[in-house]
């Protein structure tokens, strides 16, 4: 059994993959002072198409969690903002041939992963698995899926 | 002292300002069945500038509230996904002219207001006050704001 082990989401270590949307860095000071603005935390890309938003709701997976499928989407960046406090599971690989990474959120944070970056279905660790989606909008199939030949085991780090 | 009181959020009676961004009516299954997507659920309109995300951490309100000031986005739509399982309150105008609505959240919806439509600030109930906020990114102020001549009160329903 090949085993990956978890690691703390953070912008710097996911910067390849995608950006981590949460309440850290610059802000703005709005509405009179009582509201902080992280301003356009996400890379955007829905080529040609639209740009909307979803909702998933997904099934909570537990860790060890065994997976052997990754997918990418080719024409557009997907970011998911959890709709609870809960901490999710964020697979990502480089490419096929590499070995995937599995981070782990803190509860305060969504991703956006980059148009094309390979990664694995959403993953929550808790119930309800509520998520927004913001992603291309088309009539195009826009997924690869690749099987590994082997199963991977995410572990918690 | 003029009070509004609080109604339930629905999609029905939120169709006149904007969008509801809730697990509710038709789905695709995706991911082998293990999740559900309710696909392209607001009306997303930034015009010819782009769509971002945004982090807005804001500080919880109570009721009753009370305010005088709403605004509205000429230029574009904004919609605010909660990263929490909190309520928290809507208030919108039809007009400055008309009297506010106050729609209390039931803790798994998100809002995306239509273009220009007048709104209270953001108002959370609960700490954190953490939302995702898909709206325009651009240069221009993309502002206006009106000051009632009298305070208005929100009181549960």
């Given at each position: 059994m090949q085993t990956i082990t978890t690691e703390a989401l953070t912008a710097t270590a996911f910067a390849p993959f995608g950006d981590v949307l949460e309440a850290a860095g610059d802000f703005r000071l709005i509405n009179a002072g009582l509201c902080k603005r992280h301003h356009d935390r996400a890379r955007i890309d829905t080529g040609d198409a639209r740009t909307g938003i979803s909702i998933f709701n997904a099934e909570p997976r537990a860790l060890p969690y065994a997976f052997d499928l990754i997918e990418r989407h080719p024409e557009g960046s997907q970011a998911f903002v959890p709709m609870t406090e809960h901490r999710f599971l964020v697979i990502v690989a480089s490419s096929p041939a590499d070995t995937p990474r599995a981070f782990l959120t803190n509860g305060a944070q969504g991703i956006?992963?980059?148009?094309?970056?390979?990664?694995?279905?959403?993953?929550?660790l808790h119930a309800p698995g509520l998520f927004a989606v913001v992603d291309r909008i088309g009539d195009t199939p826009n997924l690869q899926e690749y099987r590994y030949p082997q199963t991977w085991t995410v572990i918690a780090g």
């Open positions: 956006n992963l980059h148009r094309g970056i390979w990664h694995g279905v959403l993953t929550p």
